[in-house]
């Protein structure tokens, strides 16, 4: 088990056109896919290379909204998800469940020693990191 890459950022933000103006177009990071609610685009995903991207949602719709910070999380990428979860609960840590996310990526979020959420992600081949396919969220 490790820790392979930053996988993404989550920032929160009030205009995701701006946002993906600025990010895509001006400093050329395209959008790998798009997140929708109710076929409302909410969220984007963009490239910042091969496996590290930056995740933007809408204000009050990233699904772990409590407040109006601006960074949500930040989730690391590892290649054995399971090992890594066992891992964390060895060391006394409370994982949650590891799941099949809507981008068909596996994860799970724990909180670290600071009270900060973060996500971790394991890839395949299907993931929409990869095949650049929308993802509908149902929270």
Known sequence: ????????????????????????????????????????VIGLYLKA??????????????RESKNDDRLSHFCLETDDIESLHATLVRA??????????ADIARQFWVTDPNGIRFEFHQYSA???????????VNW
């Open 49 to 62: 290379s091969d496996r590290t991207f930056l995740e933007f949602f809408l204000v009050g719709e990233a």
């Open 92 to 101: 006394g840590y409370e994982p949650g469940k590891i799941n099949l996310g």
């Open 1 to 40: 088990m490790s820790i392979t890459s930053l996988a993404h950022v989550c920032i929160r933000t009030t205009d995701l056109e701006k946002t993906r103006h600025f990010y895509s177009e001006t400093l050329g990071m395209p959008v790998q896919f798009r997140f929708t609610k109710n076929g409302k």
């Open 126 to 136: 299907e993931s929409s990191q990869f095949t650049g396919r929308d993802v509908e």
